[in-house]
């Protein structure tokens, strides 16, 4: 139980497979934290999409649990953040005209190409440095107007899922600048999205489906129907953003120019802060504007992160929980096992976008063991780590959050490498933590984010694990040149 004279903070990270709470202290120090399953559904081959009312249930279930932990039903904030992309559609009540489809679908995939063909992503890229992949809300919303146009004109936002529980809890129709940013963002100060990005899009006369953009991030309070079974009080100050990405950037301590972030999560997510935006160099990735003035990120988020590395260890009968001793049996190398983790059904959107990527292996013999192809993936993942972050121009110290940074020996191999150190994000929820110091600087609320953020390890590259791993960058990129000519998009 937190005292009652002493402040509470909340921030709320509703992520691709998990609804999370946290409560934390003036400090940064974590009080209690809560989390439900929100489940994906699979209606058809190459689809993926959520319940949002299941996801909102989920979130009042862990406010719910996380003001009985504490006893605070006055928090000095609930901060909002979740995943981006895909495509939320809900009315001016917040109720929901459709499940929502998520950032993982691939039914863009067909409108993405025909926009390929005709140079539109290049375009795109020209005007605010963003380029699509087929989990984006833009062909998300054209495959819908082509095949669900009366879906579209029921819903009054196509939004993200932090945007629909901030009208649900507050009543305010909102997005802040990192959602709103891709794909249909401006990066002219004076607007918020791209009347030529609408345009290339062939979604003009969709426009009125996009939120307003508040800076810094939204912010409102509780009203008494948001508060539900919370156990929150009416009242209360909601804020909305950044986005999980940009919000793990803020939790994770990223603030000069050339800093990295490396998401170990779900997604293999790589960024860098820069202070000036360039649309002349490598047509990839994302360029997010961030809640400060003159500051983006500039990301690169491959598909599939730990659920690659899920996938292999469920398909060899191992659990993650044995990733050390496993990585202790296998030599940097693998032992000649290459790996390409391009596993997401819907291809690769970073540092290169082809709905056709597949993942391949190679160097497989009857000697090699479980531990060389598990080590394998480990060290295909971090090639595509630093092929990213190459991409992202990173000059800077690396920050690593997410459940994969629970592994030492894995963050090892990052570390070699990428051939810097990593600093280990403090823990305890960095994207609720990075929500709750947004809201912070948007509401003057005063928190220190050099405390907040202070790293709880820092892994330094094993100097001969480096030479290693430089001759088997050298080979990733090759595999990968190879691998493009037996892609069918």
């Not at 997010?288 to 599939?304: F, G, K, N, Q, S």
Request: proline share 7%; charged share 20%; glycine share 10%.
């Amino acid at each position: 139980m937190a005292h009652e004279d002493q402040p509470v903070y909340v921030g709320v990270d509703v992520g691709t497979s998990m609804a999370k709470a946290a409560a934390f202290d003036r400090t940064g120090a974590m009080l209690a934290v809560a989390s439900r399953p929100v489940p994906l559904q699979h209606p058809a081959p190459g689809q993926v999409e959520q319940d949002p009312d299941v996801i909102v249930g989920s979130v009042r279930a862990v406010l719910a649990e996380i003001t009985r932990a504490t006893g605070v039903r006055r928090p000095a904030v609930v901060a909002l953040t979740g995943q981006g992309d895909g495509c939320w559609l809900y009315d001016d009540r917040g109720v929901p005209v459709r499940t929502a489809v998520s950032w993982m679908d691939g039914r863009g995939a067909g409108v993405l190409g025909e926009w390929t063909d005709r140079g539109v992503p290049d375009e795109i890229f020209a005007e605010n440095g963003n380029l699509l992949f087929p989990g984006a809300s833009a062909p998300i919303l054209a495959w819908l107007d082509q095949h669900e146009p009366a879906v579209l004109d029921a819903a009054t936002t196509a939004g993200n899922v932090k945007d629909l529980l901030f009208l649900r809890m507050t009543g305010v129709r909102a997005t802040d600048a990192t959602d709103a940013s891709l794909p249909f963002g401006s990066l002219t100060p004076a607007a918020d999205y791209s009347d030529r990005v609408l345009e290339l899009t062939g979604l003009t006369h969709r426009r009125d489906l996009l939120a307003p953009v508040v800076r810094p991030v939204p912010s409102a309070t509780l009203t008494e129907a948001g508060a539900g079974a919370t156990g929150l009080a009416a009242g209360v100050p909601v804020t909305a953003g950044p986005y999980d990405i940009p919000a793990c950037a803020v939790g994770s301590g990223v603030v000069r120019p050339g800093d990295g972030l490396l998401i170990a999560g779900t997604t293999l997510a790589c960024s860098v802060l820069t202070d000036a935006y360039d649309l002349t160099g490598r047509h990839a990735g994302m360029t997010i504007t961030m809640p400060e003035p003159d500051r983006w990120l500039r990301v690169m988020a491959a598909m599939v992160g730990t659920a690659c590395l899920d996938w292999v260890m469920a398909t060899l009968l191992a659990g993650f929980d044995q990733l050390e001793s496993i990585l202790a049996e296998s030599p940097p190398g693998a032992r000649g096992v290459e790996v390409l983790p391009y596993f997401a059904p819907s291809g690769e959107r970073a540092p290169f976008v082809h709905p056709g990527a597949t993942g391949q292996f190679s160097g497989i013999d009857l000697t090699t063991t479980r531990a060389d192809i598990i080590r394998g993936v480990c060290e295909g993942l971090a090639y595509a780590a630093r092929d990213c972050f190459s991409a992202a121009d990173l000059t800077g110290t690396v920050f690593v959050c997410g459940g994969g940074s629970a592994s030492r020996a894995w963050m090892q191999i990052f570390a070699s490498v990428l051939n810097r150190p990593l600093s280990l994000a403090r823990a305890g929820e960095v994207g609720a933590r990075g929500a709750v110091l947004a809201a912070s600087d948007a509401l003057g609320l005063g928190l220190d984010r050099a405390v907040w953020t202070a790293p709880s390890a820092v892994i330094e590259p094993d100097p001969a694990a480096v030479e290693v791993y430089e001759e088997g960058f050298r080979r990733y990129l090759s595999h990968q040149v190879l691998a493009r000519e037996m892609w069918v998009r």
